[in-house]
């Protein structure tokens, strides 16, 4: 079957569960076939994805729900009612790939992923996750179990954390006030302050509070049981709730610093792309990721990849510069995605859009948007930057060769220039790495500007 996410499932408590994978701006018909998704239950699934961080002021960000279907917009994932999961995956195809199978889509997305966050996946275990069979989340999940369950076999951190108890005999330093006031009728006990090495730490907690709430979302048989084993060796742990767990309290150090993963494993699963949501009577949950942000988080992961040891530095989401003023007060503050500074000095403002690019022969401005030309003349001008570029993910309706075209800004000839390029994600980071600094190295040796780079 090419779609094996598109068939229905039994799920591990018995009943059927119906499972259907989509890709991003994709729709999916409401009927009874493999192909189709019930209309009582696209309810559900549109409800649940409306009370998402991700829906927008009209709950339609993730899915739009529409007379005869649901639709996807740029916005991927899991979407689960207790009857159904829809899958969305994203549009990543490798040159020259006219159809992509689902597994393919999963291994990239989990790749993208992974970059963005500074996750590893250990090549040897990749072929172990069930890509075919699983859902994301289901992925997801055995990757987390499997760091963790290996993590908690080389022992559980532990901290020094203040404790105090009535004692017949003093431990620690004596605490003068609770026992010469709740304890001055029980001479035989001491009110003693003392510091214990305890497990009980904010890191166990929040490890246990993501065991707990996978525990309550995956399906498959291996993962069930992989989390029971975790659920027994947290089962002295406290119980915390995801919104108040204390993730400043947690130290990494050299003593722990194999958990510094883990930590980002689990704000993954626990962050606000993960939410229980609660829609009238049905119940469900959504695993999102907004395409748009997460390629400009794994760009921005191989930006810095490709310019480490060269004096270029990167940053993102910073800039701050206003576009107008009103008298002293500025107005309009503006966010460039990438910023790459030499000396401080910016010189290269990158935008990502996760949109698909047109060929020549189809648009002579190839589905660059008017509205997208004029922020970035903005941001030239603003950041006092002559080289701007719009980076594309590429895709197979586009030749083999990457696009790297360069515009003059406002007169033939200037030294402004606006850059159009793509990058191939099915490539893998180090390609994409190399293809980056072989981008910035063209920018930025021509002219002036001389850039020495590694590589």
Known sequence: MDRAGRRVRLCAAGGRMIRRSIREWERIGFGEGV??????????????????????????????????????????????????????????????????????????????????????????????????????????????????????????PRRYIEEEGDLPTLRGRLDVTRQFSTLVAQPQKLACRFDALSPDIALNQVMKAAVAKLSRLSQATDNQRSLRELGFAYADIASVPASALRWDRITLDRTNGRWRELVAWARLLLGNRFQQTSAGHVDGHALLFEMNALFEAYVARLARRALSGTPLTVSTQGGFAHCLYEGERGRFRTRPDIILRHEGQPVVVLDTKWKRIAPRIDDPKQGVSQADVYQLMAYSQLYDCDRVILLYPHHHGLSDDLIRDAFSVATPGSRNQLHVATMDIASGAAAGAIALAGLIRDLLTDGDLLVPFNR
């Open 35 to 156: 192909e189709e998704i019930p209309d009582r239950i696209a309810s559900g699934l549109a409800a649940t994805a409306a009370r998402s961080v991700f829906a927008g002021r009209g709950a339609e960000g993730v899915l739009e729900h529409g007379r005869h279907a649901l639709r996807a917009r740029g916005v991927v994932g899991i979407i689960s009612t207790p009857d159904c999961q829809l899958e969305i995956l994203p549009k990543i195809e490798a040159t020259g790939e006219a159809d992509t199978d689902d597994a393919t889509l999963r291994r990239r997305l989990v790749h993208m992923l992974a970059v963005a966050h500074d996750l590893r996946i250990d090549t040897g275990s990749a072929a172990q996750l069930g890509w075919q069979r699983d859902t994301l989340l289901e992925i997801l999940i055995r990757i987390f179990c499997g760091k963790l369950i290996d993590a908690v076999r080389h022992g559980m």
